[in-house]
């Protein structure tokens, strides 16, 4: 909140004064207020409006002597208000809210004095009466800018990043270069992933503030995650040049680098947050990102720690701290500190979706899938939200109505919770299902679905919808009750006589179709190198037969000596192809990846390895799965340790090759 100036009487020499004041010129402002006080010492006015040329240059001691003597000598309201701006600027927190509290008591109609009255609070870490003095403010004065960024902030902080918002773009429609409030507005924005618009404000905010390095720091962010490495680089670095002795500027830095997979200079940068400041909780938040990306969970944790204890009730901190406990397979740490995080901020979209990763992973279903709603929410989510103009299906009646059902996230969770349409479909729903084009053949085939669409085709009429994977919520699902008939998709016949002949005439021997390598994100451990295999090689009886659709040159060239291996891959076209294939396997060895969901749904014989930090669906510690009843987990002892897998895999496939 800046300082109140306002004309108090009419003596000519002030007015002259206080013109030259307003218009910015402090130094000849600063000399005509000695010239009153020349002739006149105590003049509180005088006195009132030095102390604040002291504030605004940045000599608060001073600011606070000058204004302490204009309050003594009864300058008036402003004066208290501004001697408590001052107060709080000196980090004297406790004197400004008692002395602003007295201002707005004597004078309850004083904006200015409302929101200075915010800022202290906010300050405070008392967020609930901040949100009080502001909106006061702003009832008072609905332009009063400065308390309508302030309202911002505590909305933001309070986890209603809609108000937060809301409130930043009227503040930009009445000024439109606060770069305050164009730097917090790009921020939300960049976490609501409306990248174009954030870069665009960030900018705007640059240019007018060229040695803004929070700007900077934000514009780098936005613009690494739109892509633009080497804009995001240099932005990163411009933050740091103008504020190299701010922890944040390297911060921000070390997440652009985090972003364009540079590990090292990441980890360098964050490490140098912390030398300048230790205490510099974000600093840790960020290493341990960093650690997490590097594979190195219990420095992740270690980090995340460091941080709850400099400060044990930062929501950040320990969401993230929470979801690092999960990661590490300690699903019951994560489950408490994130139920304490939501105990104080019940909005905290982050901590509802870890909350709802560790009910799951830990096999609490229901209580899972109910904190899994908050996925739209979370920055960190993949699939953007949709927006319809028909309800949502809550669980009400659906007998008769036409309900969308809308696939998200990767092919594999669209063939994992498939099987929910045909429940859906028995309530006596008309299913429209809307699913990318490569499963569309496989959709079509499922009992109850009457039309499938590929994405971004024009959707014919229906009364609701539903995101595919709110359906285990909208049933209940529980470990018990998951619907797990198998097989509930189908490959095209005629597709399945093709491949029957295809594979009938491959080498004799057990026929194990084989996929050894996930997408590099968001998850690159979901890989197990091909030459890894190679203690498979000396398994008699066994023909491989790669289904690896991605699969690099160096990956086929590096096959293992001796693997009796047959790439078909480029046969198949779609999910439909790679079904009626499967389906003529004797076994199908994959890794977590679609094709292994595929497996699972076709009721087919399926060995899917798993890394150390399996993902949630495949739970803790167990060979087998609630979800596929002829599925069978390989999980690693350790992180990248695919020797002992391979080995397991080695002798339970001997077994069956020597029955």
Not at 49 to 64: C, D, F, N, P, S
Not at 506 to 530: E, F, H, I, S
Request: with cysteine.
């Amino acid at each position: 909140m800046g300082e109140t100036l306002t004309p108090p009487d009419q003596n000519s020499d002030l007015q002259q004064a206080l013109a030259l004041h307003q218009a910015g010129n402090l130094q000849q402002a600063e000399t005509a207020y000695r010239r009153i006080l020349a002739i006149d010492a105590n003049h509180p006015q005088a006195i009132h409006y030095l102390g604040v040329i002291a504030l605004q240059v940045g000599k608060t001691e001073v600011a606070i002597a000058l204004l302490e003597r204009s309050v003594q000598l009864n300058a008036g309201a402003e004066a208290a208000g501004n001697l408590g701006v001052a107060y709080r600027r000196a980090g004297r927190f406790a004197d400004a809210k008692h002395l602003l509290r007295q201002v707005v008591t004597a004078v309850p109609q004083f904006a200015d004095a409302w929101a200075n009255l915010a800022e202290t609070l906010y300050a405070m870490s008392d967020l609930t009466n901040a949100r009080v003095a502001a909106n006061k403010a702003i009832s008072i004065n609905p332009n009063q800018i400065t308390a309508m960024h302030q309202l911002a902030s505590i909305a933001q902080q309070l986890g209603d990043s809609d108000q937060a918002i809301d409130t930043l773009e009227r503040v930009i429609i009445l000024q439109p270069n606060h770069v305050p409030a164009l730097t917090q507005l790009g921020l939300l924005l960049r976490q609501r992933k409306s990248l174009e618009r954030s870069i665009r404000l960030l900018k705007h905010a640059v240019q007018l503030a060229p040695d803004h390095a929070e700007a900077f720091g934000h514009l780098a962010l936005s613009l690494a995650q739109k892509g633009d490495q080497s804009g995001a680089v240099a932005a990163g670095i411009r933050a740091v040049e103008i504020a190299p002795l701010i922890p944040n500027a390297h911060t921000a830095l070390a997440e652009v680098y985090l972003l364009a997979g540079k590990l090292d200079d990441a980890e360098q940068c964050a490490r140098r947050a912390l030398a300048i400041d230790p205490r510099f909780v974000h600093g840790w938040g960020v290493l341990s990102l960093v650690l997490d990306k590097k594979d190195n969970i219990k420095g992740m944790v270690q980090s995340l720690e460091s941080a709850v204890a400099l400060a044990p009730d930062h929501r950040d901190a320990m969401s993230n701290l929470g979801r690092a406990y999960s990661r590490d397979r300690q699903d019951e740490k994560a489950i408490s500190i994130l139920q304490r995080v939501l105990t104080q901020h019940p909005n905290h979209a982050e901590a509802h979706g870890s909350l709802a990763f560790a009910y799951l992973a830990s096999g609490d279903l229901k209580r899972g899938f109910e904190e899994y709603e908050w996925r739209w929410h979370c920055e960190s989510f993949t699939t953007a939200p949709r927006e319809f103009d028909r309800p949502l299906w809550q669980g009400s009646d659906p007998s008769g109505r036409t309900i969308l059902v809308h696939a998200e996230q990767g092919y594999g969770d669209v063939i994992q919770f498939a099987r929910y349409l045909p429940m859906l479909a028995a309530l006596g729903a008309r299913i429209i299902v809307e699913c990318p084009l490569p499963l569309r053949d496989l959709i079509e085939r499922i009992s109850g679905v009457v039309k499938v669409l590929p994405n971004g085709l024009k959707l014919p009429d229906f009364d609701l919808h539903l995101p595919l994977m709110s359906l285990p919520r909208a049933f209940g699902s529980t470990l018990e009750s998951i619907p797990n008939q198998v097989p509930y998709l189908h490959a095209d016949p005629s597709k399945i006589v093709h491949f029957s002949e295809r594979v009938a005439q491959l080498p004799r021997g057990l026929k194990v179709g084989l996929m050894w390598a996930g997408n590099r994100k968001p998850d690159p451990k979901r890989t197990c190198p091909l030459i890894e295999l190679a203690p498979l090689a000396d398994v008699g009886g066994v023909h491989f037969i790669s289904l690896q659709k991605d699969s690099v040159a160096e990956d086929l060239v590096s096959v293992p000596h001796g693997l009796a291996f047959t790439d078909l891959a480029p046969e198949l076209k779609n999910f439909s192809d790679t079904a009626a294939l499967i389906g003529q396997l004797d076994l199908l060895l994959t890794i977590d990846t679609a094709c292994a969901h595929l497996g699972g749904a076709l009721g087919a014989k399926t060995w899917t390895l798993l890394p150390y930090m399996a993902d949630w669906r495949w739970l803790r510690d167990r060979s087998d799965t609630p979800w596929y009843p002829t599925m069978r987990l390989f999980r690693q002892p350790r992180p990248d340790n695919w020797s002992s897998v391979i080995l397991e895999v080695r002798e339970v496939l001997m077994r069956i090759v020597n029955q």
